[in-house]
C-alpha cells in the first residue's frame, strides 16, 4: 500500500529525461495485436517462451503443492510453509547475480544455458530426497539451491525476450506474453498434478501428516490408526511423486531443446553497437 502511494504521488513520468542507453530511447511503435503477429517469426523467442513458460509453470505447481508432496513423508505444514520460504528467500539472490554477470558479460544465451541445467539438477535432487522421512535438513538444503537457480533464471529470460524481438516487439509486450504464458502453464501443471498414474492414491503411514495441521501433529498416528479400524475402507491420501518425476522429465527434455537448437540473435545489442559507432566516426 505504501509502495503504491509514493508511486501515485512522485513518478510522473514513463521514463528519465534522457535515456540511459540508444535502445532505450527507440521504443518500438508496433500496435499490441500488431505484435503479437510477429512474435512467430522469431524462432528463438518461441523456443525461449516454451522454456519460460515450463520453467515458471513447474516452479509455480512445486509451490502450490509442496505441502501434498511432503506431509505424506512426516513434514508437518508448519515445515511445509519453511521450505516455501527457502525457495523463495535463496531465490532472490540468485536472481541478483545472474542479472549481475549477464549485466557485465552480456553472455545471455549461455547463462540461461548453465543455469538452468543447475536447476534442473536441483530439481532431481529436491524430488529425490523429499520422499525420505525424517531429513528435513537434507530437503531444505535442495529446494534451497533449487529456488536459487530456478528463480536466477528470472533475469535472464526477460532480457532475452527483448534482445530476440527488438525492435519490433515492444520491451513490454514481449515480457507480458512471457509471463502470460508461464501462468497459463502452471494452471495446466496444476491440472495434471490431479491426473490419475501421475497422483496415486495410496494408504498413509503412520508418520504422515497429511490432513493434519502441526496443533495434532502428535497424535496423529494413533488418529490413522482408529481411522483404519473404524471405517469401512482404508483413508487414502495422495502420492505427487510419479508427477514430480514427470515434470522432472519435461525439463530435461526442455534443457536439451535450449543447448541444441537456442541460439539467439542479439539485436538490441547489434543495434547500440551500430549506432555507437555511427556516432563515433561522426566525432
Not at 527483448?162 to 509486450?173: I, S
Not at 496415486?200 to 501433529?217: D, F
Not at 510419479?242 to 543447448?259: D, E, Q
Request: charged share 15%; glycine share 8%; proline share 4%.
Amino acid at each position: 500500500g505504501l509502495g503504491a502511494l509514493l508511486t501515485a504521488l512522485f513518478i510522473w513520468k514513463s521514463g528519465p529525461p534522457t535515456p540511459p542507453s540508444y535502445s532505450a530511447g527507440k521504443d518500438s511503435q508496433t500496435q499490441f495485436f500488431a505484435g503479437l503477429k510477429k512474435v512467430f517469426k522469431f524462432k528463438s523467442y518461441l523456443i525461449l517462451m516454451l522454456s519460460w513458460s515450463i520453467g515458471v509453470g513447474l516452479f509455480n505447481a512445486f509451490q502450490t503443492l509442496l505441502e501434498q508432496m511432503l506431509c505424506l513423508r512426516g513434514y508437518d505444514d508448519n515445515f511445509s510453509g519453511l521450505c516455501g520460504a527457502l525457495l523463495i528467500f535463496f531465490g532472490i539472490p540468485g536472481a541478483v547475480l545472474t542479472a549481475f554477470f549477464i549485466d557485465r558479460t552480456k553472455r545471455f544465451a549461455e547463462a540461461l544455458k548453465v543455469v538452468f541445467i543447475l536447476a534442473v539438477a536441483c530439481q532431481f535432487w529436491f524430488v529425490g530426497v523429499v520422499k525420505l522421512e525424517g531429513e528435513k535438513t537434507l530437503i531444505a538444503v535442495a529446494i534451497s539451491a533449487f529456488g536459487f537457480f530456478a528463480l536466477a533464471l528470472m533475469p535472464v529470460w526477460l532480457e532475452l525476450g527483448v534482445e530476440c524481438t527488438y525492435p519490433d516487439l515492444a520491451e513490454a509486450t514481449s515480457s507480458g506474453l512471457l509471463w502470460i504464458a508461464g501462468q497459463v502453464m502452471g494452471i495446466i501443471f496444476l491440472g495434471l498434478a490431479f491426473i490419475p498414474g501421475l497422483r496415486v492414491q495410496v494408504e498413509p503411514s503412520a508418520v504422515s501428516q497429511c490432513g493434519n495441521s502441526s496443533s495434532n501433529a502428535s497424535i496423529v498416528s494413533e488418529r490413522y490408526h482408529r481411522s483404519y479400524e473404524n471405517s469401512a475402507g482404508p483413508h487414502l491420501v495422495p502420492d505427487l511423486t510419479n508427477f514430480a518425476w514427470a515434470t522432472c522429465g519435461v525439463s530435461v527434455a526442455i534443457a536439451f531443446i535450449l543447448v541444441v537448437f537456442f541460439w539467439p540473435k542479439y539485436r538490441r545489442l547489434e543495434a547500440e553497437k551500430l549506432a555507437a559507432a555511427e556516432l563515433s566516426n561522426e566525432d
